[in-house]
């Protein structure tokens, strides 16, 4: 008598990545998203995107805004729409580094650029809320990935009234991170997406793992939610 034996592939997502030139996923890692930080990166991740698992963003993180070269906007435009399936980011504000005016008016510059476009921002954010809450109150986002995720509960129900997706990171592996992990508890199961914030995507296995622990579902049901968000997601921003 044969035994039928069930296979259950698990389609691992990593939602935001910084993979080098030439870089391919492991076997189980189904769909990639890399960012750029620098307008120097940005021709890497258009190649990059060429691999059908991979998916790519352009931008200026709020670490690389000095002295951006005039027209850097019009440069960004043109490879947008160039590259249709192409994001942008990873973009944002940082309070520890300085000048925030500086940051704020490059951060709506391409928040702009992504909502004219219809393109799908990826956001870094480090204690500057009151400053993201502000600006996106006034541009609407299309769509919007904040990443490495941490903050209250009260910050999430302000987000979500946007069309926003929340990645968490290796963060919810660390048990002091407690404000990490009431975040993930908090947050609609629809909206949340896994990531590396590394070159490693293999890295979001033992994330997605530990997001299955903290909020007591099984693994592949964790996996899957996941990987169904992130295919929403890319359906040009927009759930179901």
């Known amino acids: 008598m044969c035994t039928a034996i069930l296979f259950i592939i698990m389609?691992?997502?990593?939602?935001?990545c910084h993979l080098n030139v030439g870089q391919t996923l492991t076997q189980d890692v189904d769909i990639a998203i890399t960012n750029a930080a620098q307008v120097s990166e940005w021709q890497k991740i258009?190649?990059?995107a060429q691999n059908n698992k991979i998916w790519g963003a352009i931008g200026v993180h709020p670490w690389y805004i000095s002295n951006l070269a005039d027209g850097w906007t019009e440069n960004?435009?043109?490879?947008?729409?160039k590259n249709p399936e192409?994001?942008?980011g990873e973009i944002g504000l940082d309070k520890n580094y300085p000048d925030m005016q500086t940051q704020i008016f490059v951060f709506q510059e391409q928040l702009n650029i992504?909502?004219?476009m219809k393109r799908i921002a990826h956001v870094h954010c480090v204690g500057a809320w009151d400053k993201i809450?502000?600006?996106i109150s006034k541009i609407q986002p299309y769509?919007?990935?904040f990443h490495a995720f941490d903050a209250s509960p009260d910050i999430i129900q302000q987000l979500l009234r946007y069309n926003s997706y929340f990645s968490f990171g290796t963060a919810v592996c660390n048990p002091n991170r407690?404000?990490?992990h009431n975040a993930l508890r908090s947050m609609p199961r629809n909206r949340i997406l896994s990531e590396s914030d590394s070159d490693n995507p293999a890295t979001v296995i033992g994330v997605v793992q530990k997001m299955s622990e903290i909020l007591s579902v099984p693994l592949a049901d964790m996996i899957n939610t996941i990987y169904n968000n992130t295919v929403e997601l890319l359906k040009h921003g927009q759930t179901a």
């Open 178 to 180: 407690t404000r990490v």
């Open 133 to 135: 809450l502000a600006t």
């Open 86 to 88: 192409l994001m942008v």
């Open 114 to 116: 992504a909502n004219d």
């Open 46 to 48: 258009i190649t990059l």
């Open 11 to 16: 389609k691992y997502v990593d939602a935001h």
């Open 76 to 81: 960004m435009q043109c490879m947008l729409a």
């Open 143 to 145: 769509a919007i990935v």
